[in-house]
């Protein structure tokens, strides 16, 4: 399964952050008239400002404003682990204006915790392209008296009830449910801080506000290399190119032990079929471009498979539905 996954004593379990809002890109376009026409797109990122999503979502909007010759926006929409941003697209109107950059939880994990507004996401949004796959990087703030995972998990069972703490972009947000499953991997307790975004909830282990993150590395790899964060492990089946140094969980002393994510573009059910297929073919273009591939490389994060969005859409359907069971299984709940 090419989503976010977490492997562990054979399950699969699915897992899945924005500058400025609102900083357009101009595209390339095919003609002077065509662009005049065009109207642009507003690509949502439902997170706060400086978060991975958000880094990806703004490396990736110029290329694939040049391969569909409109001008896209980029839109901050943050608040409720990205649901408040993803809940606007789905009930915008479906003339392909308006598009989700999301990861896998906004759609598969947060309509299971979001009740109230009777959305199911997975049926309201549908899938145009997935642009990358990544992992995450578990950081602790340079004081943590730990090098290594071994460590950190000693380190963290010596502490009292609550004294230990992670970060995450909200409740049901991929940094909380990494956070969720890591604790239960290794056997530890620590207390939750949900935040806005993952760039704010990333800043206080920076602080010294909060011992722990499991972020996605854009955001991360940068703070790492300045020294203002120790990487102690990353979360994915092999170590990451950028940071050959960090052991994978699984060389670290938790075997099985795997948790992937993915970025991807979607839009209201309802756009015609005929401009699914051009806006797909225009995201799988922009995604493939040396350009951005070697932006992907720089921050850490992987090429999306090669799967049309069929495929992309069932492996979605799939994960919503496992959420749906793990979500209880965990008794996983609005803060």
């Known amino acids: 399964m090419t989503a976010p996954t977490l492997t562990r004593r054979g399950a699969l379990a699915g ?37 991975g999503t958000d880094i990806v979502a703004r490396e990736f909007a110029p290329l694939f404003a040049e391969a569909m010759a409109r001008t896209v926006v980029v839109d901050n929409r943050g608040g409720a682990a990205g649901h408040v941003g993803s809940v606007q697209v789905a009930r915008s109107r479906p003339d392909g204006a308006t598009l989700l950059f999301a990861v896998s939880t906004n759609i598969v994990v947060n309509p299971h915790l979001q009740t109230a507004d009777r959305l199911d996401l997975a049926a309201a949004l549908q899938p145009v392209a997935q642009v990358s796959s990544y992992q995450y990087v578990l950081v602790v703030h340079p004081d943590v008296p730990a090098r290594t995972l071994a460590e950190l998990i000693a380190w963290v069972k010596r502490q009292k009830a609550g004294d230990v703490t992670y970060s995450s972009g909200g409740v049901g947000n991929a940094n909380h449910l990494a956070g969720v499953l890591f604790s239960e991997a290794a056997g530890l307790q ?13 800043l206080d282990v920076v602080a010294g506000r909060v011992s ?43 075997p099985n032990t795997v948790i992937t994510g993915w970025h991807g573009i979607f839009a209201p059910v309802g756009v015609p079929a005929e401009q699914m297929a051009a806006m797909e073919a225009a995201a799988r273009k922009a995604a493939a471009t040396p350009r951005f591939l070697d932006r992907l490389a720089h921050d ?36």
């Open 15 to 51: 897992l899945g952050a924005g500058f400025g809002a609102g900083v357009g890109v101009g595209a390339l376009a095919a003609g002077p008239a065509r662009a005049q026409a065009a109207r642009p797109v507003t690509m949502v990122v439902p997170y706060a400002a400086g978060g």
């Open 190 to 202: 620590m207390e939750h801080v949900p935040y806005r975004g993952t760039g704010p909830a990333l």
């Open 212 to 254: 722990m993150n499991f972020s996605s590395p854009p955001p991360a790899l940068a703070l790492v290399r300045e020294g203002r964060l120790r990487a102690i492990a990353v979360t994915g089946a092999k170590r990451i190119a950028a940071i050959p140094e960090v052991p994978t969980l699984a060389e670290a002393g938790l």
């Open 300 to 335: 850490g994060l992987e090429p999306a498979p090669e799967r049309p969005r069929s495929a992309f859409a069932a492996a979605v359907a799939q994960e919503s539905a496992y959420w749906g069971r793990k979500v209880k299984e965990l008794d996983l709940k609005l803060e």
